[in-house]
């Protein structure tokens, strides 16, 4: 098993944590992983994007033209990376940051609404892992253990006690997110 997947965003969306995790639960995992951010001077609010392979054997590159997953929270993002997902691969898109969504058919869509979850949440830090959750739904390449694992390890320690509420939400992407039948 390998997946290589692409996350990208506004700059303080939590693109680049997601990754961090994402590459972190592989780890936790046994997994081989790379983890490769890529971002504008700006940082907030300017566009944000992270390469994340997990692979059951040794990668060869970081390097990617073309990913199995696109995880796109923001127009840009979806007009560069929606042409780069693989035939058969997969794109989430949070509809927040959507004004015209993907028009591929060779690819599955699926949308989840992770910024009207976390304002029901009350709580926009956690719109990444709600993300991060329906992600990890569709495409479940690292358990739920493995991100628990992961967020005590990338999180500082005086940020644990937040780990629980970042866990719910992880939870509740998995269950918010659908499968476009556009």
Known sequence: ??????????????????????????????????????????????????????SDEKISSPILST????????????????????PGGILIYDSYGIINPPTRKDITVYKIDAMDKAAELKNGKIFNMIVLGGLLKVCPIISSEGVEKALYKTLPERHHALIPLNMTAFEEGGKIIMKNEE
Not at 67 to 86: C, M
């Open 67 to 86: 990913f199995d997953v696109a995880v796109v929270l923001n127009q840009p993002s979806l007009e560069k990376f929606e042409p780069k997902v693989k």
């Open 1 to 54: 098993m390998e997946k290589e997947v692409i996350i990208s965003g506004f700059g303080g969306q939590g693109v680049l944590s997601m990754g961090k995790i994402l590459a972190y639960s592989g780890l936790m995992e046994d997994k081989q992983v790379t983890w490769m951010p890529a971002y504008g001077p700006e940082q907030r609010g300017g566009t944000a994007n992270v390469t994340v392979i997990v």
